[in-house]
Each structure stands twice: as C-alpha cells, then as structure tokens.
C-alpha cells in the first residue's frame, strides 16, 4: 500500500492542463454584479446608503405574502421535478398550455438547457444585448456570432439572415425589450426571421415593464421560444426561478434535458405566491416606470446626459464631454451604483436601473456634483 508522502509525489506528477478541455482560456467569464456587502466594504459606505441602480433589480421586493410562502417552504424534500403545479400556475399567467412551460433556475438556466438541446456550430446574437448568450454559447462551445444592430439599437434584419445562413446557426436570440439598450423588438422584425432554420428565442425578461409580448406567434411558429424570468417584476432575482414558453414538442424535450431539480423548493414557493398577488405588485410596477421616465426627464435636464427611450425597467444614457467610466466611478464613491459601457457599440454609455424616488433623489444629487 503506498505511503502518503509517495501518493502525493505521484500526485504532483499530474498535469492538471491535460485533464481540462483545451479552450479554456479562450472562455470569456462573464462579469456580474456584486454584493451589497462586498460593495460596502469596498467603498466604504454603509449598505443602508448604498443607491443600487446596477443591475435591473426592484427595489420594492417581493410581496409580504411571497416572502411568507417561501418561509414555509419544506426544505428538507425535494422539488418537484416535473414542475406540476408551477407550470399550471405560469400557463394561466401567460395564458398558454402547462405543456408549453419549462421552469428553471433563472432564464440564464433555460437559455443553457436550449443550447444544450441543440448543440449548434453558432448562434446570431445581435449586440449590444446580455451578455449571457454570449458566455453560454462559448461554453457549449458553440461560435457567436454578433450582428451589429442599427444605430437606433433596432434589429439588421438581411445582416442577421445572412449570418444565420453563413454560418449555419441554429439559434437566434433576441431580447425584447433589449437590455442594455432599452428598445423593445419590432414585430415585423420577428416575422422577418421566423422562417429561419433555427430557433428564435426572444428574451421577454423585461415585457413587464413595456412592449407588447410575442407569446401568440408561437401557435404560428414552433420554432419560436419565449423567455420569461421572476427576478424583474416580481422582485425574485435572489431566488433565481424563470421559464419558457414555446411548442409542446419543444417544452417535452426540454423537460427531459434539464437538471431534475433546476427550481429549488423557496423559489417554486415563492413564484406561485407572487403570480396568486401580481395585482397588488403591478402598482409596484407603475411606480418603476414613472420613476424610469421621471429619473430619465431629470437627468437629461443636467444637459451633458442623453437618454434613450426605453421600455425596461432602466434607461441608457450616452455620456457627452466625459469619459463614462469615470462618471461610473465618481458615483460609486459617493455611494451610488451604475452601469457603464465603453465598447464600439455602446461607446461612452452609462445604464441607470430605475429605483425609488428617493434613489433618483440621491442619484440627481450626486450627478450634480459632476457637473462641468
């Protein structure tokens, strides 16, 4: 039996890179936010005064009733894997079939388990949009493919066909509305890719907020997947539950490729109990948007900010006479946190997530600050 200290020699013999796959340093990570806490300490400002406007939460949070429901929840069973009861309550929602629904930790956990599903060379993604597709496309090892969109941010519908059919991807996703851009999708844009080979995939994260879904077009088109999330509207980003909507024959397989238990036992509790109170939520809803059209107003009055219209819970500001990413970081020292953007795409952009009307109070005060 060998001893310890030859076991380990002979452990220091592995060569750690050959056991992993050969692309891994071509894999970009993708960059999330970070936590209250952690931002706190870097910053040095308390968490109660930190204005978050980062990341497209709600800042209102979830009902009373979700935060009970998920609370009661019997975390020592697990969840349902066929997703019984969730389905039925999201079909009513959205007002489609149980069959059509496929639940998952997040849409990011749907958007994987279709690009597993299908394994394709490439996909179309028209940028600027998330950055998910992106980074679970390359894990899959499948090319992204980016297709600039125009300079108002809509779709280039011939350079996205021509791209599909290059290279023969098999799946095209679209955000509607578009995030970080704000615009929501053009309908006839949708009916121009349609006829594809491929899945469209239309990311409705956001359809709360704005826009006209495109759920309907599915009974016209079984190559068309919606995708849906609870992190927005219903205040549930820490819980990570979101969904799609597409064929039956399409969810079927869906469900069968999926992890078993993809919604955890809180998370499941909670989106039943916020689709049962979406009434009392939707004022929360209105709120955001006045807010959002409110902060936009007030911001481009300071004269060296210019909004985008949006139809999302956050707006996208091009940064004029200033560098964006210096903005970004002289309102993080004082507390307040954003987005910024310095790509060819987004060149000198900062997005602002809508927030209470204290938030904005707090975000105009620091802007002010800033001005020339």
Not at 90 to 99: H, K, Q
Not at 302 to 330: K, Q
Request: hydrophobic share 50%; glycine share 4%; net charge neutral.
């Amino acid at each position: 039996m060998p001893t310890p200290s030859n076991a380990a020699s002979r452990a220091a013999d592995v060569d750690l890179r050959a056991l992993l796959r050969p692309d891994l340093d071509n894999l970009e990570e993708y960059v999330p936010v970070k936590p209250l806490h952690v931002l706190a300490d870097e910053i040095g400002v308390p968490v109660d005064r930190i204005v978050k406007l980062d990341a497209n939460e709600n800042p209102y949070g979830p009902h009373p009733a979700v935060r009970e429901a998920a609370a009661r929840a019997a975390f020592h069973i697990y969840p349902d894997p066929g997703q019984a009861r969730l389905r039925a309550a999201i079909a009513r929602y959205a007002g489609v079939d149980p069959s059509q629904v496929v639940a998952g930790s997040g849409a990011d956990d749907i958007i994987d388990v279709l690009i597993r599903l299908v394994a394709p060379p490439a996909v179309v993604i028209p940028a600027p949009t998330f950055g998910m597709y992106r980074f679970l496309a390359k894990i899959m090892r499948a090319q992204p493919i980016e297709v600039a969109r125009r300079p108002n941010f809509d779709l280039d519908v011939v350079a996205i066909r021509q791209a599909a059919a290059q290279h023969e991807a098999r799946i095209v996703f679209l955000t509607h509305p578009n995030n970080p851009t704000g615009n929501p999708l053009n309908r006839a844009e949708l009916e121009a890719l349609l006829d594809l080979p491929a899945l469209i995939v239309v990311d409705e994260a956001y359809i709360e907020f704005g826009g006209d879904t495109v759920v309907p077009l599915i009974a016209r088109h079984e190559n068309l997947v919606v995708l849906r999330t609870f992190s927005k509207w219903a205040g549930l980003a820490g819980l990570r539950v979101g969904y799609s909507i597409s064929s039956p024959a399409l969810a079927q397989h869906m469900m069968a490729l999926k992890q078993p238990y993809n919604v955890n036992v809180a998370g499941e509790a909670a989106a039943l109990a916020a689709l049962e109170h979406r009434a009392e939520t939707a004022k929360n809803l209105a709120a955001l948007v006045a807010e959002r059209d409110r902060m936009a107003r007030l911001v481009a009055a300071l004269g060296w900010l210019e909004p985008y219209p949006s139809a999302a819970n956050f707006v996208l500001f091009a940064v004029r006479g200033r560098p964006a990413r210096a903005v970004a970081e002289a309102l993080r020292r004082r507390g307040v946190l954003i987005r910024y953007y310095d790509r060819p795409d987004l060149q000198n952009c900062i997005r602002i997530s809508a927030g209470r009307p204290a938030d904005t109070d707090a975000l105009l005060n620091a802007l002010q600050e800033l001005q020339p």
